[in-house]
């Protein structure tokens, strides 16, 4: 398994990683609202990571995307509405921020609150197909 960036993956890395025998990708997707990459200054385009979603899919290379989600003024109601938002037919993983110690990165949500995000996400993610295991979240 390997992590790539959704910038700059094109057909023939596609075709170079399933000939070489890659068999699974993570990608930092983060988010598919444009106004939250800009945010987060992750300097891609929506239409960048489902260009590469989509050569995942065509070239039949297995790989999880993770949605960042719970940065410092994000409210539960914003959460859940790009959970809901979410595109079908890809393979996300959403998860909350755990920031690095010494980042600028805060979180506004209560303890309360996180635990019913996880919730929200573990069943987002099995009803997806996935299992997550008790303590990963």
Same mark, same amino acid.
């Given at each position: 398994?390997?992590?790539?960036?959704?910038?700059?993956?094109?057909?023939?890395?596609?075709?170079?990683?399933?000939?070489?025998?890659?068999?699974?990708?993570?990608?930092?997707?983060?988010?598919?609202?444009?106004?939250?990459?800009?945010?987060?200054?992750?300097?891609?385009?929506? /239409? %960048?990571?489902?260009?590469?979603?989509?050569?995942?899919?065509? !070239?039949?290379? *297995?790989?999880?995307?993770? =949605?960042?989600? $719970?940065?410092?003024?994000?409210?539960?109601?914003?959460?859940?509405?790009?959970?809901?938002?979410?595109?079908?037919?890809?393979?996300?993983?959403?998860?909350?921020?755990?920031?690095?110690?010494?980042?600028?990165?805060?979180?506004?949500?209560?303890? /309360? %609150?996180?635990?019913?995000?996880?919730?929200?996400?573990?069943? !987002?993610?099995? *009803?997806?197909?996935?299992? =997550?295991?008790? $303590?990963?979240?």
């Amino acid at each position: 398994s390997a992590a790539i960036r959704a910038d700059v993956f094109d057909d023939e890395m596609a075709v170079a990683a399933k000939y070489s025998g890659c068999q699974y990708f993570v990608i930092g997707i983060e988010s598919f609202r444009q106004d939250r990459l800009d945010k987060m200054n992750k300097w891609i385009r929506v /239409d %960048q990571i489902k260009t590469t979603l989509d050569l995942l899919h065509k !070239y039949g290379i *297995n790989y999880h995307g993770n =949605i960042i989600l $719970g940065l410092d003024g994000e409210t539960v109601e914003d959460i859940t509405q790009e959970i809901e938002e979410l595109p079908k037919g890809y393979n996300l993983f959403p998860v909350l921020a755990q920031p690095f110690v010494g980042t600028k990165v805060t979180s506004s949500l209560s303890s /309360d %609150q996180r635990d019913h995000l996880n919730k929200i996400f573990s069943d !987002y993610a099995e *009803n997806q197909g996935k299992h =997550i295991y008790e $303590g990963v979240i």
